[in-house]
């Protein structure tokens, strides 16, 4: 596989693309660099959380928003009655990406939890808790 630095003008910094397929084909995967995952991913969570998820990083498969959304339609026909919620990071710097799921697949409910980074489960673990005892009081 061949590697190249992700262009600046996406904002991905230290971040790498990998071009599974060769270089005159699309993209494949993005590994994140460490720069990157520290602002953008971890900047809420503990600093051990992001040194011991930089060592864990592994390449990510890249996804075009038309296929995706072709790919993740959720219908009754496809995933029957399942109640769905969906956890909104409200430090995410990506924010965009979750609220366009929520359009597009739209949950029973969702909630913003104050202070979360991507990784919710480490900049805010006792709200996430929360709302999981929250949700399994109501649909189970």
């Known amino acids: 596989m061949q590697y190249e630095e992700m262009?600046?003008?996406?904002?991905?910094?230290?971040?790498?693309?990998?071009?599974?397929?060769?270089?005159?084909?699309?993209?494949?995967?993005?590994?994140?660099g460490p720069k990157y995952m520290e602002t953008k991913t971890y900047r809420c969570s503990p600093r051990e959380d992001l040194e011991l998820g930089i060592t864990l990083v592994r390449p990510s498969p890249i996804w075009e928003p038309e296929q995706a959304a072709?790919?993740?339609?959720?219908?009754?026909?496809?995933?029957?009655?399942?109640a769905r919620?969906?956890?909104?990071?409200?430090?995410?710097?990506?924010?965009?990406f979750q609220w366009w799921q929520?359009?597009?697949?739209?949950?029973?409910?969702y909630i913003v939890i104050p202070g979360s980074d991507h990784m919710v489960m480490f900049?805010?673990?006792?709200?996430?808790?929360?709302y999981f005892l929250q949700l399994a009081g109501k649909y189970f």
């Open 7 to 32: 262009s600046a003008g996406a904002d991905y910094m230290d971040s790498q693309v990998i071009f599974g397929n060769g270089m005159g084909k699309p993209p494949t995967a993005v590994l994140l």
């Open 70 to 82: 072709k790919d993740t339609v959720v219908t009754k026909e496809k995933y029957g009655t399942v």
């Open 85 to 96: 919620a969906f956890v909104v990071c409200d430090e995410e710097r990506d924010g965009t």
């Open 102 to 109: 929520i359009k597009n697949n739209p949950p029973n409910e």
């Open 123 to 130: 900049s805010q673990p006792g709200l996430l808790s929360q």
